[in-house]
């Protein structure tokens, strides 16, 4: 099990708690994680991921291990820490301002 913390907008539009659990088969990726949710939670699709292209949407950020993982590729394999759920998955709404 694939423990994931959501922010609180995708919180209060899933009707989940702060922290759910995916099950991914295989290699532990970002890719693989989003899906599983996705699938688990399809009110989900369209608000992490473009529908289409699948590319990550601005302002949403991903941690793993407390390090930013947004910018990895995201079929990279993600810590064993991640994939045993010993630590959370993060997806953090990016905050703007100026």
């Known amino acids: 099990m694939i423990r994931v ?6 919180q209060t539009l899933a009707r989940c708690d702060r922290e759910v659990t995916v099950i991914v088969d295989g290699v532990v990726t970002q890719r693989r994680i989003l899906d ?11 608000t992490i ?16 291990n407390s390090e930013d993982v947004t910018h990895d590729s995201p079929d990279a394999e993600l810590p064993s820490s991640i994939a045993s759920g010993e630590l ?11």
Not at 36 to 46: C, D, K, S, V
Not at 88 to 98: H, S, T, W
């Open 5 to 10: 913390v959501l922010p609180h907008h995708l």
């Open 36 to 46: 599983a949710l996705e699938a688990r939670y399809p009110m989900l699709r369209g």
């Open 49 to 64: 991921r473009e529908h289409v292209t699948l590319q990550r949407r601005p302002r949403i950020r991903f941690f793993a």
């Open 88 to 98: 959370p998955f993060m997806i953090v709404g990016a905050v703007a301002g100026g």
